[in-house]
DNA sequence: GAATTTACCGAAACCGGTTTAGTAAAGGAG
DNA sequence: CTCCTTTACTAAACCGGTTTCGGTAAATTC
C-alpha cells in the first residue's frame, strides 16, 4: 500500500534505522545521507505511520479535551486557547463532545485510556464518585476546567475567579448608586459561588439580598434565557423597588430583558441590567449589555499550560489557578 | 507499565491469539476459556492498546472533521450531526479547527494521512489547485460539505440546495405583496449562487434586482454584521422605495437591522427583513427574523453517512446531495 | 474401527515505526 | 605504529496488538 519505512531504506541503500534517525533529526547522520533519503522520502511520497510511532515511542501527544455542549460556542472559546498552546508544543488535541451527559463522559475516558491519550482537559458538569475512580484508574494526567473537582481528587483545576469577579461587579453597580440590586442566580455549581459572593457583598455592605433562583434545568440557551425571564418575573413582584439586576450569566440577563420588554420597562432607564460571560451578540444596541468577560481563551491557554507541566514533569501537582476577570461597561447600566 | 495482552494470556494460562480473539468476539472460543479471560482482563486492569490495534489492523475508525471557525456555532451544529451516525458505526472524530486558514486546512490534511484516518469531512474555504492534490495523493476517502469541488475533483459533496432556497424564500416576500426586494450578498461561493438565484427570480418575476455586495473580508462574525450595516446603508441610498430585504445569512440581516434602527426604521413596519441559516438568537423578540433554515444536523449526518457508503465500499462515486431547506416565518416580513 | 469433520487453541509472523547495542572506518594523540 | 575517540552507520529487538496457518483431541460419519 503505502511506503514504509523500510521502502525508503532499501531504495537509497540504508538501513530502516537511518532513515528513522533522519525523520528525527539525530545529528550523527552525514549531509549526504540525509540528503539521500530526503529524496527517496520525496520520491516514494513516504509519510511515516503515526500509529506505529506512536506504538514504539511510549506516547501519543495527544491530548483529549472535552465539551460539554458542542453548541456553547463559550467552550469552543476555551478550547480554542487550549489548542493554540498545545499545537506549539507538538500535540493535537482529540476534542469529545460531551452534550451534557456523563456516560458519554465516561466512555470518553475510556476511549482516552484506549489510545493513550497523554493528556486531558475535562469540564464535567458534575463530579460524581464514579468519574473520579475512572480517573484514577486510567492513569493519564488530568486538569479540570470551569468545575471544580473535590479537594481530595488532587485534580487541579483552573477556572475564573467567580466570586472576586461578582465583588467586581457588585462594586461597580454600588457605585453607580444602586442600593437595590438583584441577583438571577444560575442553577450549577458556578451559579452558587456567584450567588455566595453576591450574599455576602450585599452583607458587608448591609444591603437586603434578593437573589432569585428558577430551578429548571438549564442546559440549553432557550431554557437559561426562559429561567432568566421567570426570574425577572418573581424579581418584579417580590422586589418591585429594584433598580438593578445583575444575572449569572448573560443568557439569564437577555431573558430578564424580554421579559422587561413584555412589562414596557426600558433598560437602563427603569431598570440596569448587567450579565457575566460576555455572549457574543449582547454586544448589538438592542442589549449593549454590561457584563463581567471571563477571556475565555486564556482560560484553555492555563489549563493546557498546566497539563503541559504535569505531562513533561516540570510541575507534578499544580496549584488551582483562579484567573481574573474584568468588567465590560456598556450601556445597559446607569447611574441610579 | 500497563497491563498487556500477553500479561492476559499469561495470568490465565492461554496463549495471546486466544485472547485476542475473546476481545474481537470470535465464536470458536470455549465459554469457559472466555470466562477466564474476562475474569482476567478485569482483575489485571487490562484495556487494549488502541494505537497498536490500528497498526495491525490496517484501519483506525478515525474520522477527520475540518470546522472552519470554531467560534461560529453553525459548524458545530452540522458537526454534531455527523459525529452521532458515525459514532454509531463504530467511528470517533477527530475535529481540526482550521480557523479560517488553508495552511491549516493543509497541515490538517498532512496529520490526517500520518495518522491515516480512515476518512475526512472537510469544509475548505475555497478549493485551490494545491488542495485538490493534497486530497489526491493522501489516498483517503473524502466527503465534501458545504463549499462545492470543481466537479472534475469527483470529491462528492453535501450542502443545502440554496439555490431552490432561495426561490422559495423570494417567493414567500412576493406572495407577501413585495415587488421592491433588495438582496444583500453574502461574499462567499454560496453567496454567489444565493444572488443566482435572486437575480433568477426577479428575471422570471420581471422585477428589478436589487444586489448590494460589500466586498470587506466577512470571515467573522462582527465583520459579517458590519457589511450587513453597509449593505442596508448603500440599498437606502441607492433604492430608497424597498419595502423589504432579503439577507444572504442572519449576521447580515442583524447588521441590516442595526442600521435601519440607527436611520430610524423600523422592522417590519418600515421593512420587511428576511436572513438566512436560523441563527439561534435570532428568535429574540428584537429580531424575530424570518430566515431560511438550513438543518445542519442533517447536513452533517448526510455526509457521514455518504461516507460510510464510501468507506466500506458500498458506493465508489456517489452522487452530490442537495438537502432540502424550509422557511421559518417571524415577524420581521409581513404584507406590503 | 477407520476416516473425516469439528471445536478449540497455540506458535509465529506481521503491522511500521523506534531504540539499543554494537561495529567499521577515519582521525587524532602519544 | 598503536591506542583511543569520534563519526556514521546497521542488525536486531521491541512496542502490543492481529492474523495466518496449523495442530490436537473429541465428535461424527461411514
Redesign the interface.
Known sequence: ??ATIRDVAKFCGVSASTVSRVLNGYTDISEETAARVYAAIEKL?F??????R??SK?N?RLIGLTIPD??D?FF??N??GA?KLLQENGY????G?M?RSSEKLLSFL??A????FDGLIITPDEWTEELLNTLQ???IPVVALRRRPPQSSGVPFVDNDHYRGVMEMMTYLSDLGHTKIAHIVLPTGIGEIRREAYRDYCRIRGIEARDVKIDLPANK??QARENGYRAMQRILADYPDTTAVFAATDQLA?GAM?YL??AGLSVPRDMSVAGANDM??TS????DLTTLSLNRAEMGRAAAQMLLDIIENRQTHPENLLLGTSIIVRGSTIKK
Open positions: 500500500m503505502s511520497d509519510v511515516p505511520n503515526n500509529t506505529a506512536m506504538l511510549k501519543t458542542i453548541k460556542p469552543s472559546e478550547a480554542a489548542e493535537q488535541i482529540f476534542y463532545n452534550e475510556q476511549q485510556r484506549q489510545m493513550r484508574r486510567i492513569h440557551l432557550d437577555i424580554v420588554r413584555e457574543e451578540y448589538l444596541p438592542w442589549f
